[in-house]
């Protein structure tokens, strides 16, 4: 496609959605409706294409969601911008301590960054902890996880980690990979983990006849996939993303063992908020 054709169809596909998407995400749309071809040259030509269409304001960098690139800015210029952010937070954030109520305690780990923010909206409401493993996870981000589990279980006896990633060989193993892990790292703690792959499965690759890749011969782990699923691999991105949201959500709600707890706790959570933000709010009149 040209620069205006491009810009006409990326302005369409990010119209579609109330949520930020990724490049990647935009890219499989655009393949998906047959305006581009999927190769890697017409991907890199749509990276270059967006610079171009963001720089000149012609498509909203704001729905495109870039996690690569991020800086941590934890200041605050006043006193009372400390307290209007304190505000939105008590406006826009919850507790967690409604998985405190259950049987199981609850995350989403997604093998891509730049897919966990589309994955938090999916479960903000349901206060659920989204943790991009980036790959392969490292020693010390698993072991982090595992004492983060021991604070936030409550009496919790079961952890269930939601794993969703690319269908392809290394992307399959890595779910194997934290399973095996964790039974190790959580050796001697009173609860267990489980890790259920949510996301891709070659069930959901058939039912929404996903767009394909080659399979990378070069992955180790290539033979066995190839013998088992043949020489193409499916990436994360290509699903739609309101499905990718609707299925996360739902298999976070099927982890609650207890909902008139969860509601019970969501309430006293609502009612200690109000309080906390009139407490603010009250101290706010210092700083005027």
């Known amino acids: 496609m040209n620069y205006q054709d491009t810009v006409n169809a990326v302005n369409g596909v990010i119209r579609q959605y109330d949520?930020?998407?990724?490049?990647?995400?935009?890219?499989?749309?655009?393949?998906?409706?047959?305006?581009?071809p999927n190769r890697r040259s017409a991907y890199n030509g749509l990276s270059a294409q967006l610079v171009k269409a963001r720089e000149a304001r012609e498509v909203d960098d704001r729905r495109i969601v870039d996690r690569s690139r991020s800086i941590e800015d934890r200041a605050f210029d006043s006193p009372l911008d400390f307290l209007e952010a304190a505000v939105w937070t008590c406006e826009n954030r919850n507790f967690r301590r409604t998985w405190s109520t259950q049987e199981t305690y609850c995350e989403a780990w997604v093998e891509k960054d730049a897919l966990s923010?589309?994955?938090?909206?999916?479960?903000?409401?349901?206060?659920?902890?989204?943790?991009?493993?980036?790959?392969?996870?490292?020693?010390?981000?698993?072991n982090d996880a595992v004492?983060?589990?021991?604070?936030n279980r409550g009496e919790a006896e079961k952890v269930v980690i939601l794993h969703l990633g690319d269908h392809d060989p290394s992307g399959?193993?890595?779910?194997?990979?934290?399973?095996?892990?964790?039974?190790?790292?959580?050796?001697?703690?009173?609860?267990?983990?489980?890790?259920?792959?949510?996301?891709?499965?070659?069930?959901?690759?058939?039912?929404?006849?996903?767009?394909?890749?080659?399979?990378?011969?070069?992955?180790?782990?290539?033979?066995?996939?190839?013998?088992?699923?043949?020489?193409?691999?499916?990436?994360?991105?290509?699903?739609?993303?309101?499905?990718?949201?609707?299925?996360?959500?739902?298999?976070?709600?099927?982890?609650?063992?207890?909902?008139?707890?969860?509601?019970?706790?969501?309430?006293?959570?609502?009612?200690?908020?109000?309080?906390?933000?009139?407490?603010?709010?009250?101290?706010?009149?210092?700083?005027?």
């Open 19 to 36: 949520m930020a998407l990724t490049l990647r995400q935009i890219y499989y749309r655009l393949v998906a409706a047959g305006l581009i």
């Open 117 to 142: 923010q589309v994955i938090a909206g999916a479960v903000e409401d349901l206060n659920t902890i989204v943790a991009p493993s980036r790959g392969y996870s490292s020693f010390s981000y698993i």
């Open 147 to 151: 004492r983060r589990f021991q604070k």
């Open 172 to 288: 399959l193993d890595m779910t194997r990979d934290l399973q095996d892990r964790f039974n190790a790292y959580s050796a001697g703690f009173l609860f267990d983990v489980q890790v259920k792959r949510v996301a891709l499965t070659f069930d959901q690759v058939q039912a929404r006849n996903l767009i394909p890749n080659p399979t990378k011969i070069q992955d180790p782990r290539a033979a066995g996939y190839i013998a088992r699923y043949g020489n193409e691999c499916w990436e994360l991105d290509a699903i739609e993303p309101r499905e990718l949201v609707d299925l996360v959500a739902e298999a976070v709600k099927g982890e609650v063992t207890d909902w008139q707890a969860w509601d019970d706790m969501k309430d006293q959570d609502e009612e200690e908020r109000g309080e906390i933000r009139q407490a603010i709010e009250d101290m706010k009149d210092r700083y005027q």
